[in-house]
């Protein structure tokens, strides 16, 4: 978690979710690590497409996606969490200035609106004809396989017309409340991207015939949501190694400006480009253009001159869970 502490931005954070249709969940069953790389790259693209636009954001983003497979019930429910910075490097314009230029930034930094990163309702329909379309070409190329009562979808007719009512339905893209800043993404890093599919305070009770565990219902509006399941113990087992992962495959991946290769480079420029605006703002008297409203997020560091991240908040006397870094000297 160090090396993200020092990815993190003085910004807004937003948590955009993309969830496959249960008819494609299925294939994705019998085809994980095709399907599910299909999940990462259909939803980047998607928010790095959308993003570009001039009428939304006109910026290149960057984001981390961790791949969740399960729902609370240890069910197949294939998602991808997208932890995505509020605003990104401004795209150079084309030559009559209505269109980015590729994917080359201008050194300008965009901010999103205040609450608000993209609207949901375009997301879904772009990531839906990204998906789909990448999914026939796989169908064609032979890199899917298919088992039992899929079996008929090895036809390409029978493949099409499973998927001409997906091309109809709104695929589930929402985005969660923003996060309250840089500290409240790492504490969510920490605790989800090595999650499995049940943790041990979820369980009940076990024994040679049976696993007993709470799980939330989320069909239920109003009222207490979780429940007990009681499970065959070889059903249990079942359920928990549907989530194993193919061999190699991995379940976070960084994109955009924080994509490996570029990520430091770009973060270092991004917060120089803050710290530039910030000490304007400062300067001419301008209230900070940083979306937070915490105070901690505008301070600048006095030793390096970046801009500092509240990484805990603790009361007076009490002792900090986190250790300050050494200076490196004593002057």
Known sequence: M????????????FHVVFTLPAQVADIAYQNKAVVYDLLFKASSQTLLTIAADPKHLGAKIGMTSVLHTW???MTHHPHVHVIVPGGGLSLARG????????NKDDGKWVSCRAGFFLPVKVLSKLFRRLFLEELVKLHKADKLAFFGDLSRLFDPDTFAAYLAPLRKTEWVVYAKPPFGGPKAVLAYLSRYT???????????SSDADTVAFKWKDYRIKRGERMKVMRLPTGEFIRRFLIHVLPSGFHRIRHTGYLANGIRRDRVKTIKQIL????????????????????????????????????????????NPKARAPPWEDTE
């Open 194 to 204: 090595h999650r499995i599919a049940i943790s041990n305070h979820r369980l009940v």
């Open 71 to 73: 729902g609370s019930a």
């Open 275 to 318: 710290r530039a605006e910030l000490k304007s703002d400062q300067t001419s008297g301008e209230e900070p253009r940083a979306e937070s409203d915490d105070p901690a997020m505008h301070r600048i560091c006095p030793k390096c001159g970046d801009v500092m991240i509240t990484i805990e908040v603790f009361a007076r006397g009490q």
């Open 2 to 13: 160090e090396a993200r502490i020092q990815d993190l931005l003085p910004v807004e954070y």
């Open 95 to 102: 030559v009559e200035g209505d269109s980015p230029a590729g």
